[in-house]
């Protein structure tokens, strides 16, 4: 009876230890279908003017959830002297990116990142003259 109880026991070991590294396969294969794809974007503001560039201008990236609506957290850069920027870590799917700058209009729109490097350049314009009755 005590033969039987070990063989038993040991059946069972080797059954759980079976099933653990089973489950350990399937939550390796899932983390590696499930980890998001991320990319490096170099964005670069110019005048649309005159094609120079925009030093200081404010970019920010808004990811775009799947229901439209856009996601809590963003990222803001700015831009250098030579009016780019670059970022990395921003994954894959649709971007909303605004850029604000003194002295242009806020420039806003969106973009399918789906590439692992991305360049995307920016012209700003300056804002139209307000007519008033006053002048």
């Given at each position: 009876?005590?033969?039987?109880?070990?063989?038993?026991?040991?059946?069972?070991?080797?059954?759980?230890?079976?099933?653990?590294?089973?489950q350990?396969?399937?939550d390796?294969?899932?983390a590696?279908?499930?980890?998001?794809?991320?990319?490096?974007?170099?964005?670069?503001?110019?005048?649309?003017?005159?094609?120079?560039?925009v030093?200081?201008?404010?970019?920010?990236?808004?990811?775009?959830?799947?229901?439209?609506k856009?996601?809590e957290?963003?990222?803001?850069?700015?831009t250098?002297?030579?009016?780019?920027?670059?970022?990395?870590?921003?994954?894959?799917?649709?971007?909303?990116?605004?850029?604000?700058?003194?002295?242009?209009k806020?420039?806003?729109?969106?973009?399918e990142i789906?590439q692992?490097n991305?360049?995307?350049?920016i012209?700003l314009?300056?804002?139209?003259d307000?007519?008033?009755?006053y002048?």
């Amino acid at each position: 009876m005590s033969r039987l109880r070990f063989t038993g026991v040991i059946l069972c070991a080797a059954l759980a230890a079976a099933a653990f590294a089973a489950q350990k396969n399937t939550d390796a294969k899932s983390a590696t279908k499930k980890a998001p794809k991320n990319a490096t974007v170099s964005i670069t503001v110019l005048k649309e003017s005159n094609g120079k560039p925009v030093k200081n201008a404010e970019i920010v990236f808004h990811q775009i959830m799947d229901n439209g609506k856009i996601g809590e957290e963003g990222l803001e850069i700015k831009t250098h002297e030579d009016g780019k920027a670059e970022s990395g870590g921003i994954p894959f799917g649709k971007v909303r990116i605004q850029v604000i700058a003194t002295g242009y209009k806020t420039h806003g729109q969106d973009y399918e990142i789906s590439q692992p490097n991305m360049e995307i350049t920016i012209k700003l314009q300056r804002p139209a003259d307000q007519f008033s009755i006053y002048k």
